[in-house]
Nanobody
Framework: VQLQASGGGLVQPGGSLRLSCAAS????????IGWFRQAPGKEREWVSC????????YYADSVKGRFTISRDNAKNTVYLQMNSLKPEDTAVYYC??????????????????WGQGTQVTVSS
């Protein structure tokens, strides 16, 4: 199983970035894909996830209305479109694959596979 996150970078406040998570080595559409982030000195924080079965999407309150998660099962890729970025969005962003129950999607321990992370820095 491999997950490759990409698309991070430096952006000014109010700007946009699109992260990608390319997956291989498993039946992609059977798994949910989640995005987490971790800022220096802080715990890993759940951001969003998308179900494998029906494509249902879920967002943390801190990003709701600004971030959009989507998946392309033909390309085995999940995207995280991030708009109206704020300095507090600065973190390393990780994608993860798994089958957590809905009540556990925010718990990193419930996700079985992880990508290597991509740095997002929001600064003027």
């Amino acid at each position: 199983v491999q997950l490759q996150a990409s698309g991070g970078g430096l952006v000014q406040p109010g700007g946009s970035l699109r992260l990608s998570c390319a997956a291989s080595g498993f039946t992609f559409n059977r798994y949910a894909i989640g995005w987490f982030r971790q800022a220096p000195g802080k715990e890993r924080e759940w951001v969003s996830c998308i179900a494998g079965s029906d494509g249902s999407t879920y967002y943390a309150d801190s990003v709701k209305g600004r971030f959009t998660i989507s998946r392309d099962n033909a390309k085995n890729t999940v995207y995280l479109q991030m708009n109206s970025l704020k300095p507090e969005d600065t973190a390393v962003y990780y994608c993860a694959a798994g089958s957590p129950i809905l009540s556990a999607i925010r718990d990193p321990h419930m996700w079985g596979y992880w990508g290597q992370g991509t740095q997002v820095t929001v600064s003027s």
